[in-house]
């Protein structure tokens, strides 16, 4: 019922207004996730230097090195990137719902919200990001041959979690069990996502010609890629061309954008009523 | 929509779901499913119209519950209607529910730049204004404290401050006088209506009738969800308190009028200086009340009395027929007339209501008494003092 008057209500300069709007939104998101600890903003570097440590430790004791020669590479790699996902996963629930006191109050697009979320993730993830490119180059086993994929790598990963975000967000609202199922699913999906093992011990279980089905689960796609362009690791499908594979994860991340976008759109008109 | 128009409603019925009022949950939704129940609805609203111009100021009053808040937020977009649409032109700022959507881990400086970035005004542009901001919401330097830590007056000051330097072309405002000190209600009301001169849309819920019948090109009143009546601020404020009148003396009727009945006050009524009725105190500020009655005995030296009331303050004048040293030998059937004319200058601005009383000259025996049957409203004392009333003074300052 909006429609006609949402541009109105932000008078001229509508996207420079948003732009503004999303910054303030993320600053805050940011700002309130460091304030009163000591150390604030160093906790997003300090915090994957430290699982590097603690794998690192890990990994020798069980002597799981086994798997491929750099393994403690390949998994923190992996752990980095899983933590974006999970972080986007719990931060995202209350986007919304945490926010009753600006959706009962003011109009604006919903969309901000979620989407202010996982940019505030973001941020942080490029910061986490960072420390690890610096800990592969200085372990000198950063292979950067492929490094372009990263730019595929982040638009998956990103618009996989948006969508994430959209979907909990919005979900959170009207459920508040959402909390708790995505707990006990984001669990099931970090052991049946190769973070700590090679793709190959799934597609072990596929027969060769579908072994795409892996990729069904976006999050081993996104993986793939990431360590193909930072590791160089070869993108493993079985008998399946490596791109095609990749193809049917960025399609789940897209069908998961669509849905979140369309959960919200669902969820607007009602926001105001349940909150 | 017109070009004149500033807000149009159209047809607008709301209802809630009563079970999305509570805790929300799986477990509910699928015990719904399976008993196959449709959830309880509650209709806050139903078929409003309203078209709102462009510089009006629209006052919305109505009882607890009556939907006023629920149709603020509406205009405002925060929640959307079952059915109808509003349209608005447009920049919308709004203040519901006392607040402007504050964050209560930010500052105060946090928030208001946060508030503007909402409501799509560039930072530079919020840096310029924020001076006026703080120094109109006077709180100085807690603006670097987190909200938190604010008292409600000071929230609510920041919030209105926010809500009307955002330069708005239409404002919402929910009961922001209630809240807040005198001098802030004071500055309030002067700033709503710089904001409503300068051309601006203002739409205000109060239940403070006289300061909303100052501020109001025209009042709505809403009852029950449905507007019942629009009109001139003067005729709907009157209108209102008949209303509530009637709801208080037909909902329950052993608290408003009681008595042994042998004698009963049939009609309370007032008049102007020329006899004509008029629903509201004349210009000259003199009651005329004319009490008509009936019995069905001979009562011998019964007593007719009065009560003047504010609802805050109780009673501020009361006499009788006695008192005024009337002496009424006996009533008889069918019945008759009473008047008193009484000056009304020494009263303070407000909402006041009148009682009526018929007893024995005893006080043992009460025949009947009718609570609140009348009400006026003075919207300006004739001089300036403190309290309810005028007592003449006379005073003399001497040096020794």
Redesign the interface.
């Given at each position: 019922?909006?429609s006609?008057?949402t541009t109105?209500?932000?008078?001229g300069?509508?996207l420079?207004?948003?732009r503004?709007?999303i910054?303030?939104?993320v600053g805050?998101n940011l700002?309130?996730r460091y304030?009163g600890s000591a150390l604030g903003f160093f906790w997003s570097l300090l915090t994957p230097l430290c699982f590097i440590l603690i794998y690192a430790v890990f990994a020798r004791l069980l002597k799981f090195g086994g798997l491929t020669p750099d393994y403690l590479q390949y998994l923190v790699c992996g752990i980095i990137v899983w933590q974006f996902t999970v972080g986007c996963l719990n931060d995202s629930l209350h986007s919304i719902s945490g926010?009753a006191?600006?959706?009962?109050?003011?109009?604006?697009p919903r969309v901000i919200l979620p989407l202010s979320t996982a940019l505030a993730n973001l941020v942080n993830y490029m910061l986490t990001f960072a420390v690890l490119m610096l800990y592969l180059l200085a372990s000198g086993h950063a292979r950067l041959g492929c490094g372009w994929l990263l730019v595929p790598a982040f638009a998956m990963h990103f618009a996989l979690c948006l969508g994430l975000c959209c979907l909990c967000g919005t979900s959170n609202v009207?459920?508040?069990?959402t909390e708790h199922i995505v707990g006990v699913v984001s669990q099931a999906w970090f052991f049946t996502t190769p973070v700590m093992y090679p793709v190959s011990f799934q597609l072990d279980f596929l027969p060769a010609d579908i072994g795409w089905l892996a990729y069904v689960n976006p999050m081993t796609g996104i993986l793939a890629l990431y360590r193909k362009a930072v590791l160089g690791h070869a993108i493993e499908a079985g008998g399946c061309p490596p791109a095609a594979a990749v193809a049917v994860s960025a399609l789940v991340c897209a069908v998961v954008l669509a849905a979140g976008r369309q959960a919200l759109r669902a969820g607007?008109?009602?926001f105001?009523?349940?909150l | 929509m017109n070009p004149g128009t500033a807000i149009s409603i159209e047809h607008v019925t709301k209802r809630?779901?009563l079970s999305?009022l509570g805790?929300?949950?799986?477990?509910h939704?699928v015990i719904d499913a399976f008993r196959r129940r449709r959830a309880k609805v509650f209709q806050a609203l139903t078929d409003v119209n309203l078209e709102v111009r462009q510089g009006e100021s629209l006052g919305i009053i109505g009882s607890n519950g009556a939907g006023k808040s629920t149709l603020l937020?509406i205009i405002?977009?925060?929640?959307?209607?079952t059915e109808g649409?509003?349209?608005?032109?447009?920049?919308?700022s709004?203040l519901?529910?006392l607040?402007?959507?504050?964050?209560p881990?930010?500052t105060g400086r946090?928030n208001v730049?946060?508030?503007g970035?909402?409501?799509?005004?560039?930072?530079a542009e919020m840096r310029r204004r924020f001076d006026d901001i703080v120094d109109f919401a006077g709180i100085g330097e807690f603006i670097d404290q987190p909200v938190r830590f604010y008292s409600s007056g000071m929230y609510v000051r920041l919030g209105f401050s926010v809500a009307v330097q955002i330069d708005p072309d239409i404002l919402l405002v929910d009961e922001v006088l209630a809240v807040g000190d005198v001098d802030f209600q004071r500055r309030c009301l002067k700033r709503m209506n710089e904001f409503r001169h300068s051309g601006k849309t203002l739409v205000l819920i109060s239940h403070d009738l006289g300061a909303i019948q100052s501020i109001s090109d025209r009042i709505a009143i809403l009852d029950h969800g449905t507007i019942v009546n629009v009109g001139g601020p003067v005729d709907m404020v009157d209108a209102y308190h008949g209303r509530m009148l009637a709801e208080a003396s037909g909902g329950a009727s052993a608290a408003t009028e009681w008595g042994t009945r042998e004698a009963l006050i049939t009609r309370v009524a007032m008049a102007d200086a020329s006899g004509a009725p008029v629903k509201r105190l004349p210009g000259d500020r003199i009651i005329r009340i004319s009490l008509d009655y009936t019995a069905s005995r001979r009562i011998a030296a019964p007593v007719f009395g009065f009560g003047i009331a504010t609802p805050e303050r109780g009673v501020v004048f009361g006499s009788n027929t006695q008192i005024e040293g009337v002496a009424v030998p006996e009533i008889a059937p069918p019945g008759g007339r009473v008047s008193f004319e009484i000056d009304a200058t020494a009263l303070q601005a407000g909402n006041y209501t009148m009682s009526f009383s018929l007893h024995s000259a005893d006080h043992q025996t009460n025949y009947h008494r009718l609570e609140n049957a009348l009400s006026f409203y003075i919207d300006k004392a004739c001089r300036g003092f403190e309290g309810v009333a005028a007592l003449p003074v006379k005073c003399r300052v001497c040096a020794n």
């Amino acid at each position: 019922m909006h429609s006609e008057t949402t541009t109105n209500r932000a008078g001229g300069g509508f996207l420079a207004a948003r732009r503004e709007l999303i910054e303030s939104l993320v600053g805050r998101n940011l700002k309130i996730r460091y304030k009163g600890s000591a150390l604030g903003f160093f906790w997003s570097l300090l915090t994957p230097l430290c699982f590097i440590l603690i794998y690192a430790v890990f990994a020798r004791l069980l002597k799981f090195g086994g798997l491929t020669p750099d393994y403690l590479q390949y998994l923190v790699c992996g752990i980095i990137v899983w933590q974006f996902t999970v972080g986007c996963l719990n931060d995202s629930l209350h986007s919304i719902s945490g926010n009753a006191n600006l959706v009962k109050k003011v109009f604006f697009p919903r969309v901000i919200l979620p989407l202010s979320t996982a940019l505030a993730n973001l941020v942080n993830y490029m910061l986490t990001f960072a420390v690890l490119m610096l800990y592969l180059l200085a372990s000198g086993h950063a292979r950067l041959g492929c490094g372009w994929l990263l730019v595929p790598a982040f638009a998956m990963h990103f618009a996989l979690c948006l969508g994430l975000c959209c979907l909990c967000g919005t979900s959170n609202v009207f459920f508040r069990d959402t909390e708790h199922i995505v707990g006990v699913v984001s669990q099931a999906w970090f052991f049946t996502t190769p973070v700590m093992y090679p793709v190959s011990f799934q597609l072990d279980f596929l027969p060769a010609d579908i072994g795409w089905l892996a990729y069904v689960n976006p999050m081993t796609g996104i993986l793939a890629l990431y360590r193909k362009a930072v590791l160089g690791h070869a993108i493993e499908a079985g008998g399946c061309p490596p791109a095609a594979a990749v193809a049917v994860s960025a399609l789940v991340c897209a069908v998961v954008l669509a849905a979140g976008r369309q959960a919200l759109r669902a969820g607007d008109a009602r926001f105001g009523d349940v909150l | 929509m017109n070009p004149g128009t500033a807000i149009s409603i159209e047809h607008v019925t709301k209802r809630f779901p009563l079970s999305a009022l509570g805790s929300s949950s799986l477990k509910h939704l699928v015990i719904d499913a399976f008993r196959r129940r449709r959830a309880k609805v509650f209709q806050a609203l139903t078929d409003v119209n309203l078209e709102v111009r462009q510089g009006e100021s629209l006052g919305i009053i109505g009882s607890n519950g009556a939907g006023k808040s629920t149709l603020l937020s509406i205009i405002a977009g925060t929640i959307t209607p079952t059915e109808g649409r509003v349209r608005a032109k447009g920049k919308i700022s709004s203040l519901l529910e006392l607040g402007a959507g504050f964050h209560p881990d930010l500052t105060g400086r946090e928030n208001v730049f946060l508030y503007g970035a909402i409501m799509g005004i560039p930072r530079a542009e919020m840096r310029r204004r924020f001076d006026d901001i703080v120094d109109f919401a006077g709180i100085g330097e807690f603006i670097d404290q987190p909200v938190r830590f604010y008292s409600s007056g000071m929230y609510v000051r920041l919030g209105f401050s926010v809500a009307v330097q955002i330069d708005p072309d239409i404002l919402l405002v929910d009961e922001v006088l209630a809240v807040g000190d005198v001098d802030f209600q004071r500055r309030c009301l002067k700033r709503m209506n710089e904001f409503r001169h300068s051309g601006k849309t203002l739409v205000l819920i109060s239940h403070d009738l006289g300061a909303i019948q100052s501020i109001s090109d025209r009042i709505a009143i809403l009852d029950h969800g449905t507007i019942v009546n629009v009109g001139g601020p003067v005729d709907m404020v009157d209108a209102y308190h008949g209303r509530m009148l009637a709801e208080a003396s037909g909902g329950a009727s052993a608290a408003t009028e009681w008595g042994t009945r042998e004698a009963l006050i049939t009609r309370v009524a007032m008049a102007d200086a020329s006899g004509a009725p008029v629903k509201r105190l004349p210009g000259d500020r003199i009651i005329r009340i004319s009490l008509d009655y009936t019995a069905s005995r001979r009562i011998a030296a019964p007593v007719f009395g009065f009560g003047i009331a504010t609802p805050e303050r109780g009673v501020v004048f009361g006499s009788n027929t006695q008192i005024e040293g009337v002496a009424v030998p006996e009533i008889a059937p069918p019945g008759g007339r009473v008047s008193f004319e009484i000056d009304a200058t020494a009263l303070q601005a407000g909402n006041y209501t009148m009682s009526f009383s018929l007893h024995s000259a005893d006080h043992q025996t009460n025949y009947h008494r009718l609570e609140n049957a009348l009400s006026f409203y003075i919207d300006k004392a004739c001089r300036g003092f403190e309290g309810v009333a005028a007592l003449p003074v006379k005073c003399r300052v001497c040096a020794n």
